[in-house]
């Protein structure tokens, strides 16, 4: 069975470019996740999906990053004018559903993203 | 606010002897707790969870993890280590309603021949 995929695996940008990055989730798993790890800050929480809607974007360092869903389905997170600080592995997860409490996320490979 | 820390950024261990891997926790109310493992250019692979029961929790390739509510740990361990262990590994809690995860900062562990 397939799992959760991310593309593209790497991404080299320039500063001040936008850039898109895709995850597909796993196949019937309504919640869907993007985290975001960096050398300086960790693994970091960005934005939470229940089907289409976003009903946590806590973590969304800026104005600049946004996502959104599709038919409950794929996502794409969105990152304006890049800035060399937002270079780092972009992770998606998925899940049954987030009103399982025992429910444990399903990663991607990520995507890597590098600005210059 | 829920949180996790890892208090060692690495761990050295001799191939065949036993592994721990520390985590302590902060949470409000019931604590949901997770062990991840990242193998190099790999996404995260989900080893075990706490949800309730039995404090010893076992979960994928051999390890286990103990919970301690009066110590607030949930130390990730194993009889017997390999090599192939060596990976960074994070513990997890899930914070709020929605089940977003909070990670510690890690814990690389090296499993030496």
């Known amino acids: 069975g397939a799992g959760v995929s991310q593309s593209p695996s790497n991404k080299v940008t320039e500063k001040g470019k936008d850039v898109e990055l895709r995850c597909d989730p796993i196949?019937?798993?309504?919640?869907l996740y993007w985290y975001r790890q960096s050398l300086g800050q960790g693994l970091e929480f960005l934005i939470y999906?229940?089907?289409?809607?976003?009903?946590?974007k806590s973590g969304l360092p800026s104005d600049r990053f946004s996502a959104e869903r599709t038919g409950g389905s794929v996502s794409t997170l969105t990152i304006q004018r890049t800035q060399q600080e937002d270079s780092a592995v972009y992770l998606c997860?998925?899940?049954?559903?987030?009103?399982?409490?025992?429910?444990?996320?399903?990663f991607g490979p990520g995507t890597r993203l590098t600005v210059l | 606010a829920q949180s996790v820390a890892q208090p060692e950024d690495q761990v050295n261990v001799a191939e065949g002897n036993p592994l721990t891997v520390k985590c302590t926790y902060s949470?409000?109310?019931?604590?949901?707790l997770f062990w991840y493992v990242q193998y190099p250019n790999r996404g995260l692979q989900f080893l075990l969870k706490?949800?309730?029961?039995?404090?010893l929790v076992k979960g994928s390739y051999g390890f286990e993890a103990e919970f301690n509510k009066s110590q607030t740990s949930f130390h990730l361990k194993k009889p017997s280590a390999l090599v192939s262990d060596s990976a960074l590994y994070f513990c997890?809690?899930?914070?709020?309603?929605?089940?977003?995860?909070?990670f510690g900062a890690g814990t690389r562990l090296a499993v030496h021949p």
């Open positions: 196949s019937g798993h309504t919640a």
């Open positions: 997890a809690v899930r914070d709020g309603g929605y089940n977003k995860l909070i």
């Open positions: 706490y949800i309730t029961g039995d404090n």
């Open positions: 997860a998925s899940s049954l559903g987030a009103g399982r409490v025992n429910n444990e996320q399903f």
């Open positions: 949470v409000s109310g019931n604590p949901y």
């Open positions: 999906f229940q089907g289409n809607s976003a009903p946590d």
